[in-house]
């Protein structure tokens, strides 16, 4: 077996485990703010915006690299529904990294408030409207909360592969040399 | 590479581990949520206090929900300038949409029966950062904690126990003293004579870096007139909201916007405790007050008046309540604005 197509490339790799790190963060900060008045409040808010717009600008240049270089494919032992589990799973993960950080800034953008990070004002992509607002904020909330399910399942099914199936799947994004 | 078979017994161990990562994971995730700890103290649960025993008005904003909206201008003198590089300290003309309004979480309660009154403002600079502040009439805040302030509403809604309210100012004696200047302090029969503090102990920073401890209040050029709360009982149910649009259609309404700097050492993080009278004062400019309009399709309803929206040049303290309140601002603003359709539009509704 040739170890080197199998596997995504190091830049693939690098940024997969960059935002698995980021995106992790991200969610445990969402629910942690907007459960606590304690001034822990405005410290978390201030990264989840910034890092939220890091994610999106990542996820951009991921989807690039993806669609230049493409995924190893998967082994053939992988049954059907497995792998187009897998594959679905991959276009979810895509829609959700660069969605929910646009749904957060469209949902700040429709409440009016003023979008700031890293000191820069950024522009107001929605109007200001109150049904906008909820509009995006309960599916912000809602995506995030499957996002954070999607991950438990991701995980569980790339122990999976390295454990039980040990059929080269999770070596294929693993972040040392296989050998 | 080739599936290597592994045995059974080292199948379950890897099934048994995978459980116990997914398991750990989900329970971290649960215990930041706060789905783990009933006790924490969530801006929903305040929000939640906050409602009247006959739930809270759906549309309205949480608490301070009896308002009117104006449009209006910050006229920088430049005299703050030196303690914060904010934009609109610089000298110039920024414009302001505001909200007068009473501290109760019932729209339609009649003016004279709310004691506490406020002025909320968004400030906008050019470069569009902003600076948004919600200041009340009282010279200090009724509690030193946001615990001790849910602590006063989880109290006042205690009806089984009589003696809830008595302990509660036992155990937070600065309530007690909140209580004495609600009971003695004169009455006016306008907005345009109150003079509105912000209470919280914010940080500037100016353009050479160097940081300040302030406190800042909007205090009134008109000339404040006591009167009697019998006298105000006799007046109709929103007799400042007709009051206000009545003044500001004769002649626009001012403000001075007077900076109080703390010296070393004043409690910057408990708003129930006043800083001393002979603290430097800057005069940094006039809030002008041009426009009155009804809230219901004012510019001022759907706005998140968050004390923590702040320009460069501005940030909080070691003050607890500018976070809190931003928490529990936010979630009044999430559920009036998903409640879009049970607010009274028209006029004749709830809202003068």
Not at chain 1, 27 to 44: A, H
Not at chain 2, 223 to 230: L, M, T
Not at chain 2, 237 to 266: E, H, K, M, Y
Not at chain 2, 325 to 336: C, G, I, P, Q
């Given at each position: ?21 980021c995106i992790?963060?991200m969610?445990?900060i969402g ?16 990264i989840h915006k910034p890092l939220g717009i890091v994610i999106l600008v990542?996820a ?37 990294m660069?969605?929910l950080p646009l749904i957060g800034w469209?949902?700040l ?6 979008v700031?990070v ?22 912000h909330?809602?995506?995030a ?35 | ?352």
């Amino acid at each position: 077996m040739s170890p080197i197509h199998d596997r995504f490339t190091p830049l693939q790799r690098a940024l997969h485990w960059l935002m698995a790190i980021c995106i992790l963060a991200m969610l445990f900060i969402g629910v942690g703010m907007v459960s606590t008045v304690r001034p822990d409040y405005l410290s978390l808010v201030s990264i989840h915006k910034p890092l939220g717009i890091v994610i999106l600008v990542l996820a951009l240049i991921r989807l690039v690299v993806r669609l230049t270089r493409g995924a190893p494919p998967l082994p053939a032992s992988m049954p059907e529904p497995m792998k187009l589990a897998a594959r679905l799973s991959h276009l979810a993960f895509y829609l959700l990294m660069i969605g929910l950080p646009l749904i957060g800034w469209g949902m700040l953008s429709a409440a009016d408030y003023p979008v700031v990070v890293f000191g820069m004002h950024l522009p107001s992509i929605l109007p200001h409207s109150n049904g906008l607002h909820t509009l995006l904020w309960n599916a912000h909330r809602t995506l995030a909360l499957c996002f954070f399910a999607l991950i438990v399942l991701h995980l569980a099914a790339a122990l999976l592969h390295a454990l039980v199936r040990r059929d080269g799947v999770f070596e294929a994004m693993a972040p040392w040399s296989k050998r | 590479m080739a599936d290597r078979p592994t045995s059974n017994a080292s199948t379950f161990r890897s099934l048994v581990l995978i459980a116990i990562v997914v398991i750990a994971l989900v329970a971290a995730f649960a215990f930041t949520a706060g789905w783990l700890s009933p006790g924490r103290l969530t801006p929903a649960k305040i929000v939640n206090g906050l409602a009247p025993p006959g739930g809270a008005a759906l549309g309205f904003r949480r608490n301070h929900a009896k308002g009117i909206c104006f449009t209006g201008s910050f006229e920088s003198n430049g005299g703050a300038a030196a303690l914060s590089k904010a934009p609109m300290f610089a000298p110039g003309s920024y414009p302001v949409t505001g909200r007068f309004n009473l501290a109760t979480a019932d729209p339609k309660a009649p003016d004279a029966t709310v004691r506490v009154r406020g002025l909320s403002l968004r400030i906008v600079a050019p470069n569009g950062s902003e600076w948004r502040t919600a200041m009340i009439d009282a010279p200090f805040f009724p509690v030193a904690t946001p615990q001790a302030f849910y602590g006063l509403l989880q109290a006042s809604a205690n009806e089984s126990d009589p003696d809830a309210m008595k302990n509660f100012i036992a155990a937070h004696p600065e309530f007690g003293t909140f209580v004495g200047w609600a009971g003695s302090a004169p009455w006016t029969a306008s907005y345009a004579q109150d003079r509105y503090n912000s209470l919280n102990s914010f940080i500037f920073t100016n353009a050479a870096g160097e940081d300040q401890a302030v406190r800042w209040s909007f205090v009134p050029t008109a000339q404040p007139e006591a009167v009697s709360p019998d006298q105000l009982k006799a007046k109709g149910a929103d007799f400042l909201a007709a009051d206000i649009t009545q003044r500001v259609q004769s002649a626009p309404q001012r403000w001075t916007l007077v900076v109080t700097v703390a010296n070393p050492g004043d409690p910057t993080a408990d708003p129930s405790k006043a800083w001393p009278e002979d603290r430097r004062k800057v005069d940094a400019g006039t809030l002008v007050v041009n426009a009155i309009e009804p809230e219901a399709n004012g510019p001022c309803r759907d706005l998140n008046f968050d004390p923590t929206v702040l320009p460069s040049g501005m940030h909080v303290s070691d003050d607890p309540f500018p976070a809190a309140r931003s928490a529990a601002y936010s979630v009044s603003f999430n559920r009036r604005t998903a409640e879009d359709k049970d607010y009274p539009r028209h006029p004749g509704g709830a809202t003068p």
